[in-house]
T-cell receptor, first 112, second 114 residues
Framework: QKEVEQDPGPLSVPEGAIVSLNCTYS??????FMWYRQYSRKGPELLMY????GNKEDGRFTAQVDKSSKYISLFIRDSQPSDSATYLC????????????FGKGTTLSVSS | EAGVVQSPRYKIIEKKQPVAFWCNPI?????LYWYRQNLGQGPELLIR????????DSQLPKDRFSAERLKGVDSTLKIQPAELGDSAVYLC????????????FGPGTRLTVT
C-alpha cells in the first residue's frame, strides 16, 4: 500500500460544475498538506497549502483536511475549461524542506 | 523573477548510453530537489541538496545515477548507463530559506530510452 492514495480518474465535468478531488493517506505523521496543479508538459505548481486539520479557501478553491480520517479534499467551484489539468495531492512531515510525498494525480477535464 | 530552469526539455537516447540533465534553481534558493515522475504517477524524490550538500539521497539508484551541485547553485543529474525503465520526466525543484515552504518546480526533462 502506498503512503498516499489518489484516484487517477480521468474526471470529466461540464463548465460550471463543482469538482471534488480526494486523497487518503496512511501515515499519521503527515502535518502539511498541499494540492499542486500540473498542466500537460509543465512542472507542478502549488495551488493550496494547509497545515493540520481544517479548511482553507482561496477564490474558487477550497481545501479540506480531516486528519482523524486521514483524508484530504480539494473542491473547485464554477469550474472552467482552464482548470483542465492533473491535480496532485502532496504531503510532508514538517516544514524543514523534506521531500513531498505525492499521490499519483487526478486528471480533470472541464468541457465548455 | 525567473523560475527554475531545466535543460534539455526533451532527450531521446538508446539504452546503455549516458545522459545528463541540468538545473538552475531560483536565485537565492538553497534547497534543491531532483524528482522523477513516471507516466501516470506523482513525482518521487531522487535527491535533495541543502546548498552543496546532499542531505537525502536514499532513493537515488547509486549504481547508475549520480548528481552534483557545485557551489550550491546549479545542479547536474547523470545516468550512466541508461535503462529502458529510466524513461520518465525528471523534475528539478527549489525552495527558499526560512518560513517559505513552497517548492517551485521546473518544467522537467522528458527522457525516452529506446
Amino acid at each position: 500500500q502506498k503512503e498516499v492514495e489518489q484516484d487517477p480518474g480521468p474526471l470529466s465535468v461540464p463548465e460550471g460544475a463543482i469538482v471534488s478531488l480526494n486523497c487518503t493517506y496512511s501515515n499519521s505523521a503527515f502535518q502539511y498538506f498541499m494540492w499542486y496543479r500540473q498542466y500537460s508538459r509543465k512542472g507542478p505548481e502549488l495551488l493550496m497549502y494547509t497545515y493540520s486539520s481544517g479548511n482553507k479557501e482561496d477564490g474558487r478553491f477550497t481545501a479540506q483536511v480531516d486528519k482523524s480520517s486521514k483524508y484530504i479534499s480539494l473542491f473547485i467551484r464554477d469550474s472552467q475549461p482552464s482548470d483542465s489539468a492533473t491535480y496532485l495531492c502532496a504531503m510532508s512531515y514538517n516544514q524543514a524542506g523534506t521531500a513531498l510525498i505525492f499521490g499519483k494525480g487526478t486528471t480533470l477535464s472541464v468541457s465548455s | 523573477e525567473a523560475g527554475v530552469v531545466q535543460s534539455p526539455r526533451y532527450k531521446i537516447i538508446e539504452k546503455k548510453q549516458p545522459v545528463a540533465f541540468w538545473c538552475n534553481p531560483i536565485s537565492g534558493h538553497n534547497t534543491l530537489y531532483w524528482y522523477r515522475q513516471n507516466l501516470g504517477q506523482g513525482p518521487e524524490l531522487l535527491i535533495r541538496y541543502e546548498n552543496e550538500e546532499a542531505v537525502d539521497d536514499s532513493q537515488l539508484p547509486k549504481d547508475r545515477f549520480s548528481a552534483e551541485r557545485l557551489k550550491g547553485v546549479d545542479s547536474t543529474l547523470k545516468i550512466q548507463p541508461a535503462e529502458l525503465g529510466d524513461s520518465a520526466v525528471y523534475l528539478c525543484a527549489s525552495r527558499g530559506v526560512g518560513g517559505n515552504y513552497e517548492q517551485y518546480f521546473g518544467p522537467g526533462t522528458r527522457l525516452t530510452v529506446t
